[in-house]
């Protein structure tokens, strides 16, 4: 039996791998994380001990990430529950070293290095009318498309699958954040993933995004809250030097749920119907 961690960070399910376990294969991350049939997840993450602690991230169809802050908060979690660390910690990913450190029974404060570009303007035809957004990487590539009015109608289903492939945003695709300002300390966010195919319930790295946007249009102001699918608010502030940003900080839940011992049968399981 293979031994494995479930972990939630505002609401993105993780499963995680840890010594003795060994980094699993692409195919074994697509088997685990199939919901219904499997455990489910958003994605997978092995941490390998050092200083600073390694961290390495696969999506749900077993495509790795350089970064997933919602993971790398919920790695920390882990790290603090298993007593490699005490109160902080370094985390090595494939976009840099971030340190991590407690913030309360269940939350984490993660700081993230600065942003490599500013956004630019993309502008994307669907066939039924021209979609407005601002592209940018946060350790992965995304899409913020400003989105006036409740979230709560945004065809994300619809408009995320073309959106996330489209050439515009590069051939690797990018993930998609649909962002509602509330305020000027205060947004609503829901984001369609690429290597889930699928809206999930929070996106650090999208909720990143979305304050870069906002922060660059002069709507956003410091420190603010993003509102996630999950119910999670989740906390991002920091520093910004004539427009720069200089330093990021978020905060938010992070949460250890179970350890699991996996049977066979978590592994043994029928083709998807649309490979058949």
């Known amino acids: 039996m293979t031994e494995l961690w479930r972990l939630s960070g505002a609401g993105n399910d993780f499963l995680a791998v840890v010594p003795p376990g060994e980094p699993p294969t692409e195919t074994l991350v697509r088997r685990w994380c199939r919901r219904g049939v499997s455990l489910g997840a958003d994605g997978v993450l092995h941490l390998e001990p050092g200083d600073p602690v390694s961290l390495r991230y696969w999506n749900a169809d077993g495509t790795p990430a350089d970064l997933c802050l919602n993971g ?20 090595r990913t494939g976009a840099g070293t971030l340190r991590a450190r407690r913030a309360g029974p269940s939350e984490v404060a993660l700081e993230v290095p600065i942003l490599p570009e500013r956004p630019r303007p993309v502008e994307i035809d669907l066939g039924d009318g021209a979609i407005r ?76 995004a979305a304050a870069a946007v906002g922060l660059h249009r002069e709507e956003l102001e410091l420190p603010t809250t993003a509102r996630t699918r999950g119910g999670f608010d989740l906390e991002i502030s920091g520093e910004t030097d004539g427009g720069a940003i200089r330093h990021w900080s978020l905060r938010g839940d992070a949460r250890v749920l179970a350890r699991i011992e996996v049977r066979d049968e978590a592994v043994d399981q029928p083709a998807r119907p649309d490979t058949v």
């Open 133 to 208: 957004g601002w592209f940018l990487e946060v350790g992965v590539p995304h899409l913020v498309v400003p989105w006036e009015g409740d979230l709560t109608g945004c065809p994300v289903a619809r408009l995320g699958p073309p959106l996330r492939s489209h050439p515009a945003v590069g051939p690797s695709g990018a993930n998609v954040d649909f962002v509602h300002l509330v305020g000027r300390r205060d947004f609503e966010i829901r984001s369609y993933e690429r290597g889930v195919e699928s809206e999930t319930l929070a996106c650090g790295t999208g909720v990143l």
């Open 72 to 91: 790398t908060r919920c790695a920390a979690q882990l790290l603090f529950h298993l007593g490699w660390r005490e109160e902080s910690a370094e985390i």
